[in-house]
């Protein structure tokens, strides 16, 4: 098992807005933990972080990567993780795999609509969490006001350090926990042993410890006890107590740093080993074997389970990114796949960045390890021995919320396309692909339009191909509104040899919407001979595929046939089923035929100063709200929306409420659609109605 401890273990998702400073936070860690020569710079960082053309393009983080670094006796396993929303469920199995979160805020934005969303994570699974300000050498830093806006966030925030100015700038932190500074060395790797603190930061210092020293004791019953009998706590109780109450999510510290200078850097390093929870500290991990709710405790003597974080492909192959949950994970090893029972051969383990990987012997229980050429096992899926195997309890992924086509100018390319769209959803679980109601044409849908203009320049790059996105064929269905009875279809022709003949009459009646389509006989003494009544059903239900009005299916109707015509040479099964096509679509035209557009149900949460644009919009689409529920700042809000409308709904929604709401949707029902949506739709069909086109 080498020498490292899982006491001594420490996995951090380092997550926040986007431009918040996460990325390059981690540099400067690395940076002062010596693990890079140089801070690297955006487009260029030295751990191999944001290395994609596309991340160095946009300068920003579109995958989760993993960093590796050794501080004071302690591993630390940095979690990089995407902050533009449309790349959540990486953030999100980040999130999953850390033992804490290091929460980034920048001291000039302050909180943003990731920061909230993020936020309510953290309170909802309880995980354990920090907070580091960045930024805070910034001309225009908030350092106070952004500190009170995480306060509001309702996060039990204590602040642990006190910040020191240099004039109107700040160049360093006293931690009141420690009570050690670092102050006045910007260029922090020449000076990591701490300094005497300044004797006008003392009074300032005093009293932020005091009220550390009352944060803590207010979270645990013996260490109150002892504050009201004592008043104080000995530096060991503090330092053991915010431990523990970090572990349990009770507490949540917060500091100051600066990347680019940097300085708070070996504060946050200290405090990311001394106050974020181990495996040990944290209870068994959940999940389920053959449908039993089972555990896997997080010790390396315990069976081995593991889960994969992330998948890349490249020119050199599959990368899978481990988080080892239980036990020890050896190279040449052989687990299964617990969902699907397949089996992969462990080969090399390797610990770091893509960029510089190490081989080690093993890992054990808290590690997060890079292991080469998985065959089958995919992102999320969890890893086990085959006597012991369990499904371990991670995210599910989010609902895609933004749908295009994929237009390519190349009819020959669109197998290559398909077949890169495919290894990028491998890497990317929040992306869907698939094909739209005709069956032909390739659609995308992910977490917004970002998301899907990033998977289009990828796509572009991997496959070399000219490829666009457009809107996607919406799967509309068709109807009627009216009965109509006793209508002809007939099919007559006579030829050299045997002719065709056959006649049927039908009714035609609307059906209760979602009942489909029902097929009634109705034919009394013999004029539709029996061998040929399932002949006319045929035809109707190739009518029914082919539509009336747009080419759209038609459903929720009932057929009865009634009478007919027969002769004793000429009629076949080919004759009835011409005759049952063309009956339908006679009596259909004449029973008030609609289109039917699919209604999704909507459900939104949106500040609560935002309801009335929110609700106005979705009128404006067709919609209809039927629930609305104010709660504090926030306002929860039921409706309906046709799904032609939720196509572009994600950017107009972070419009109306400048990026804090939020929604999930999913099917509920058809409806007819309005006027002036089914003329737009026949329009663009191209449909011709009138054609018959049964010989």
Known sequence: MGSLRPENIRSIAVVGHKGAGKTALIEAMGYIAKALPRLGKPGDRGLGLDDTPEEKSHLATFETRVASLNWAGARLYLLDTPGEAGFFTETQMAFAAADAVLLVVSARAGVETGTEKLARLVLESKKPCLVAIT????????????????????????????????????????????????????????????????????????????????????????????????GDLKAGELKEGEHRAVARGALVPVLYTSATAPFGIV?????????????????????????????????????????????????????????????????????????????????????????????????????????????????????????????????????????????????????????????????????????????????????????????????????????????????????????????????????????????????????????????????VGGSVPRQFIGSVKKGVERALKRGIIAGYPVVDVKVRLVDGKSHSVDSSDAAFQIAGYRGFLAAARQAGPALLEPVAKLSLTVPAESMGDVIGDVASRNGSVHGREVTGDAAEIQAHLPFAQLMDYEPTLSAHTRGRGRFTFAFDHYDVAPPTTQAKVIRESGFNAAEDDED
């Open 267 to 523: 504060a946050l390093l200290d405090a990311l080993v001394d106050f974020a929870p181990s495996p040990v500290d944290l209870p068994a991990w959940k999940g389920t074997h053959e449908g039993i709710a089972v555990t896997r405790e997080r010790k390396p003597d315990a069976p081995l389970s593991a889960f994969v974080v992330k998948t890349r492909l490249d020119a050199h192959g599959r990368m899978s990114l481990l988080r080892v949950v239980s036990g020890t994970l050896k190279p040449e090893s052989f687990l299964i796949c617990a969902s699907t029972q397949e089996k992969e051969r462990i080969g090399a383990i390797q610990v770091g960045t893509l960029k510089e990987a190490k081989a080690v012997t093993d890992a054990i229980a808290g590690e997060l390890v890079l292991v080469p050429k998985l065959k089958t096992a995919r992102t999320g899926e969890t890893l086990c021995e085959e006597k012991q195997p369990v499904v371990l309890d991670v995210p599910q992924r989010p609902i895609t919320l933004f749908s295009r086509a994929v237009i390519s100018s190349a009819k020959a390319s669109d197998d290559k396309i398909a077949q890169v769209l495919h290894t990028l959803h491998e890497e990317d679980p929040g992306l869907q692909v698939g094909y739209g109601a005709d069956g032909h044409q390739l659609v995308m849908s992910g977490l917004g339009a970002v998301h899907l203009d990033v998977t289009l320049e990828r796509l572009k790059r991997r496959a070399n191909v000219d490829v666009k996105l457009g809107p996607p064929r919406v799967e509309y269905r068709e109807t009627i509104t009216k009965t109509v009875k006793n209508v002809e279809g007939k099919q007559k022709k006579q030829t050299g040899g045997h002719g065709q003949f056959g006649v049927v009459y039908v009714d035609v009646e609307p059906l209760e919407r979602g009942a489909g389509f029902v097929f009634e006989d109705a034919v």
């Open 135 to 230: 930024r805070c050498d910034d001309e225009q830093a908030r350092v106070e006001e952004v500190v009170q806006q995480v306060r509001d966030l309702k996060e039990p925030i204590t602040v642990v350090e006190v910040p020191h100015h240099k004039g109107a700038a700040l160049d360093g932190v006293v931690n009141v926990a420690s009570m050690k500074a670092w102050v006045g060395h910007p260029e922090a790797p020449d000076h990591t042993e701490p300094d005497s603190i300044p004797e006008e930061m003392t009074e300032e210092v005093r009293r932020t410890r005091e009220k550390l020293v009352d944060d803590v004791a207010g979270t645990d019953d013996a260490l109150t006890e002892h504050y009201l009998n004592d």
